[in-house]
């Protein structure tokens, strides 16, 4: 990163739609006002999206986690929690956490969502806000350790699985 932000090719998370790559940063004309924006190829999602240097900071944009981080990410991700017995007291929760986006607070959701799977099938809507939880972590995890989507899934769902054998 330089004193300004992030430079082309630097990895970086942005909550609202996920994780990818800096491949441009440009000025351009949006809605008749000229700005500087980072120019994101996403790595889950085929696209790219547009977010203002100067509110970057503002909308949660942010490299993935360091090394102790992902550590303590792939420890939530055994720090299932019990979640509401009601399904929409329940969707509320999933919810709360992936509009946050705070990765280890969605790694313990997955986790209380692996350990639910495993026991019973999940309904429609709950089996969707397990796979974006998944597909979300993973992301963060290629983007951090420098792996392919499918290496930090595979690496995501042994780490769970992992867990759910010891308890």
Request: net charge negative; proline share 5%; charged share 25%.
């Amino acid at each position: 990163m330089t004193a300004m932000g992030f430079n082309v090719g630097d990895p970086v998370i942005y909550p609202a739609q996920g994780g990818g790559y800096i491949r441009e940063i440009a000025e351009r004309e949006v809605m008749g006002e000229r700005n500087t924006y980072y120019v994101i190829e996403l790595i889950r999602k085929p696209g790219t999206i547009m977010v203002p240097v100067t509110k970057a900071e503002q909308l949660g944009l942010r490299p993935p986690l360091g090394g102790g981080e992902r550590e303590a990410l792939l420890a939530a991700l055994g720090e299932a929690r019990e979640l509401a017995s009601g399904w929409p007291a329940r969707q509320r929760e999933i919810g709360r956490a992936l509009s946050e986006s705070e990765p280890m607070e969605l790694a313990r959701m997955l986790a209380s969502l692996h350990k639910r799977h495993l026991n019973r099938p999940l309904a429609g809507t709950e089996h969707q806000q397990y796979r974006e939880l998944i597909g979300i972590l993973s992301e963060e995890l290629a983007l951090a350790t420098g792996s392919d989507l499918a290496e930090a899934e595979a690496l995501l769902m042994s780490k769970l699985d992992e867990y759910a054998d010891q308890s």
